[in-house]
């Protein structure tokens, strides 16, 4: 139980294109869904946290508008990258707690990450 | 500024020996501290995770040992194998596991045969 499914896996574009990631719980459902950005060789780094229903809470020094993070549903959550430049190249990661309230030791669940790179 | 110091970057162990990662925080509201593994390519993988109100926490052969007075928490891996050769990631959280994650740095593990 409590996989994460992301998609896509790998994507290469061009400069200046935007690009959607998909983040699926499959077994469960998610309030709260997190994005994070690891660098190569590097940690994980929270991005925003992304609530059903409502608007996503950035961390500071993220572009809310550069990174466009819809809830729609339990169980999808997507990152779109507007515009993406070489420098968003990176590998992007998210991961999905189950619903069962706070403080209730449900761990994050994380997918297997999309590896960006913009040409 | 760095909220959880892991260390070490790298380690190299015996097969059948014991690997220990440590780890430091500084905020005092994280109140819950899972440790992750992750393979080339993959999203982090859940080990094993605890709350500040217990010392040690043991499952199979992965233990946490915790001391809240010192802020530190340590990651010991028992009669390590090569399988268990990957990046190992501690993190911390506050509203009882409910916000996002801080990570530390990341210790790449190698297991010797």
């Known amino acids: 139980g409590a996989v994460v499914s992301q998609h896509p896996s790998w994507v290469i574009c061009k400069s200046g294109t935007s690009v959607k990631i998909e983040c699926r719980s499959l077994?469960?459902?998610?309030?709260?869904m997190f994005w994070y950005r690891q660098f190569p060789k590097q940690s994980l780094m929270l991005m925003a946290t992304?609530?059903?229903?409502?608007?996503?809470?950035?961390e500071q020094g993220v572009e809310k508008d550069k990174f466009l993070i819809n809830h729609a549903s339990l169980t999808l959550s997507t990152l779109t990258v507007t515009s993406a430049h070489p420098e968003d190249s990176s590998f992007y990661i998210c991961?999905?707690?189950?619903?069962?309230?706070?403080?209730?030791?449900?761990?994050?669940?994380f997918g297997d990450g999309t590896r960006l790179s913009i040409l | 500024q760095q909220q959880v110091k892991q260390s070490p970057q790298s380690l190299i162990v015996q097969k059948g020996g014991i690997s220990i990662i440590n780890c430091a925080y500084e905020?005092?509201?994280?109140?819950?501290f899972p440790w992750y593994q992750q393979f080339p390519g993959k999203g982090p993988a859940l080990l094993i995770a605890?709350?500040?109100?217990?010392s040690e926490k043991k499952e199979g052969r992965f233990t946490i040992s915790f001391n809240k007075s010192a802020k530190q928490f340590s990651l010991h891996i028992m009669d390590s194998q090569p399988g268990d050769s990957a990046t190992y990631f501690c993190?911390?959280?506050?509203?009882?596991?409910?916000?996002?994650?801080?990570f530390g740095k990341g210790t790449h593990l190698i297991i010797q045969p």
């Open positions: 991961s999905a707690r189950e619903n069962t309230g706070v403080y209730s030791n449900q761990p994050q669940h």
């Open positions: 077994d469960f459902q998610a309030t709260t």
């Open positions: 992304s609530n059903e229903g409502s608007k996503a809470t950035y």
């Open positions: 905020n005092t509201a994280f109140d819950y």
């Open positions: 605890i709350r500040p109100d217990v």
């Open positions: 993190a911390a959280n506050s509203g009882g596991g409910a916000d996002g994650l801080t």
